[in-house]
């Protein structure tokens, strides 16, 4: 029965001391986000199946090894089984959302982020998990070279907002459907002469999406792949035109790139510009942020013809690159004061000190495991609490308390009448600015 204790391979729980780390990158997502005029969009964490086979390709790694699909129980034996997919990624169930909500019918473009869960059946390795996170942005409704610049910009203004500095820009154009058939010709070409050493599901490929071989990890294929025709020479003039424009704005706003020619993504329904932004820190799992232009999805899944555009980050990867840089994370709200109860009546006075703290957004805290005063003392030291207070039958009949200094053992009489909230609350400030200079000088 260890099975139950055990999580699913290629999962991961992320522990209170670590969830703060998540919270980092999310706000931070949020809020770069909406700085760039993207609202956030939800959807369902599984969709027909037939959308990510008509989305993301059925060429695809994704589509073809990675899914997890269910059919309903209650389905198997209905006139209409019901065949899921659980998300493998966010821009297919978004792309589904904008067209059913008729959100493109509205002023373009409409832009769109999420933080979500996905799904792939890989195998799992650092960086490489079966459940992951992506936060994720969608644009609709510009064919404009600009959006593409803004798109990659706002990914860079991200994670340099995380703090992640050795991070690198790969940008290609892989065309549009015009252009690519005469490439497809001469990558088939190209390949066919070397059919006999290619990966079996890349020997498929050949037929249907030779360009599918560049985006092969066996290292033979890839081997094979490096003298291949690249599709730059091949680009049409309005194709090449788009791509020119983009460099000269990323230029203008000093965002450093390389053209990578290699660089196909692993979904099909990209058009013109592709990028990958790499950390050169997280070894091979490197690529935290994938994206680019899918000018032809919107139609394909039975919208209007809508150009559209997008990215995708790995927040597993984010944070694991934040961790190897020494980043700094948000820090997790501080216990401000633990009031330690001597008898029954302190104990009264206690639970209503402690709920008007908690009702102004202090983390006020007190014995709920029936420990003595010493062992309280002890564990309010253990959760790091700012300050403390002893309340006994004097202080009671007093109405003042000793507050206690946890880090330099200073002691300060404090009322604990009206004015206890405002007086303490003073304290804390005082004490919290006194840190943030000291951290300064
Ligand atoms: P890779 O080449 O690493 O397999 P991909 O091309 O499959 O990536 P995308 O589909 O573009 O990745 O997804 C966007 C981002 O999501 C990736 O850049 C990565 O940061 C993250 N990602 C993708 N698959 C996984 C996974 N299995 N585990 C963790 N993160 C992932
Ligand atoms: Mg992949």
């Known amino acids: 029965?260890?099975?139950?204790?055990?999580?699913?391979?290629?999962?991961?729980?992320?522990?209170?001391?670590?969830?703060?780390?998540?919270?980092?990158?999310?706000?931070?997502?949020?809020?770069?986000?909406?700085?760039?005029?993207?609202?956030?969009?939800?959807?369902?964490?599984?969709?027909?199946?037939?959308?990510?086979?008509?989305?993301?390709?059925?060429?695809?790694?994704?589509?073809?090894?990675?899914?997890?699909?269910?059919?309903?129980?209650?389905?198997?034996?209905?006139?209409?089984?019901?065949?899921?997919?659980?998300?493998?990624?966010?821009?297919?169930?978004?792309?589904?959302?904008?067209?059913?909500?008729?959100?493109?019918?509205?002023?373009?473009?409409?832009?769109v982020?999420?933080?979500?869960?996905?799904?792939?059946?890989?195998?799992?390795?650092?960086?490489?998990?079966?459940?992951?996170?992506?936060?994720?942005?969608?644009?609709?409704?510009?064919?404009?070279?600009?959006?593409?610049?803004?798109?990659?910009a706002m990914a860079k203004t991200y994670i340099c907002r995380l703090g992640i500095k050795d991070v690198e820009l790969n940008i290609n154009s892989i065309g549009c459907p015009k252009c690519r058939a005469e490439y497809h010709k001469e990558l088939k070409n190209y390949f066919e002469g070397r059919k006999d050493e290619l990966c079996g599901t890349c020997r498929e490929r050949l037929e249907k999406n030779p360009m599918r071989i560049l985006d092969c990890k066996s290292p033979i294929c890839q081997d094979i792949a490096k003298d291949a025709p690249?599709?730059?020479?091949?680009?049409?003039?309005?194709?090449?035109?788009?791509?020119?424009?983009?460099?000269?704005?990323?230029?203008?706003?000093?965002?450093?790139?390389?053209?990578?020619?290699?660089?196909v993504r692993g979904l099909d329904?990209?058009?013109?510009?592709?990028?990958?932004?790499?950390?050169?820190?997280?070894?091979?799992?490197?690529?935290?942020?994938?994206?680019?232009?899918?000018?032809?999805?919107?139609?394909?899944?039975?919208?209007?013809?809508?150009?559209?555009?997008?990215?995708?980050?790995?927040?597993?990867?984010?944070?694991?690159?934040?961790?190897?840089?020494?980043?700094?994370?948000?820090?997790?709200?501080?216990?401000?004061?633990?009031?330690a109860a001597m008898d029954d009546s302190a104990l009264e006075k206690t639970v209503v000190m402690v709920k008007k703290l908690r009702d102004e957004g202090f983390w006020a805290e007190y014995d709920l495991a029936g420990r003595g005063l010493k062992a309280q003392m002890k564990y309010a030291n253990k959760i790091g609490a700012e300050f403390a207070l002893v309340l006994g039958s004097n202080e009671i009949e007093s109405g003042k308390a000793m507050l206690k200094d946890m880090e330099t053992g200073e002691q300060t009489e404090i009322s604990l009448g009206d004015k206890f909230i405002d007086n303490f609350s003073n304290i804390a400030v005082a004490k919290m600015f006194s840190n943030v200079l000291e951290d300064m000088t």
Not at 75 to 83: C, H, I, L, Q
Not at 117 to 135: I, M, N, T, V, Y
Not at 234 to 241: G, K
Request: hydrophobic content about 35%; glycine content about 8%; aromatic content about 10%.
């Open 113 to 152: 982020y999420y933080v979500i869960s996905c799904f792939r059946h890989e195998k799992p390795q650092a960086g490489r998990l079966r459940e992951f996170h992506q936060f994720g942005a969608e644009m609709y409704g510009s064919a404009l070279p600009s959006a593409d610049a803004d798109m990659i």
């Open 230 to 263: 690249i599709i730059l020479d091949y680009l049409c003039e309005e194709c090449s035109d788009h791509f020119e424009k983009l460099k000269k704005m990323l230029k203008a706003m000093s965002i450093e790139y390389t053209v990578n020619p290699k660089i």
């Open 1 to 111: 029965m260890a099975l139950i204790t055990q999580k699913p391979k290629g999962t991961q729980d992320v522990k209170p001391e670590e969830a703060y780390k998540w919270h980092t990158v999310e706000k931070l997502a949020a809020d770069t986000a909406e700085s760039y005029g993207f609202k956030e969009i939800r959807f369902p964490t599984f969709e027909n199946t037939k959308l990510f086979n008509r989305s993301v390709g059925d060429t695809t790694d994704v589509v073809q090894k990675e899914m997890y699909s269910v059919t309903a129980k209650s389905a198997a034996n209905g006139k209409d089984p019901d065949d899921f997919t659980l998300r493998p990624e966010g821009t297919a169930g978004a792309a589904r959302a904008v067209i059913e909500n008729g959100m493109l019918n509205d002023a373009l473009p409409q832009k």
């Open 269 to 339: 329904y990209y058009t013109k510009t592709v990028f990958e932004f790499v950390s050169t820190h997280i070894g091979a799992q490197g690529t935290i942020c994938g994206g680019g232009r899918y000018d032809g999805l919107i139609e394909e899944l039975g919208g209007n013809s809508v150009p559209a555009l997008g990215f995708a980050m790995g927040l597993e990867r984010l944070i694991m690159t934040m961790e190897n840089e020494g980043c700094d994370f948000e820090q997790p709200k501080r216990c401000s004061l633990y009031i």
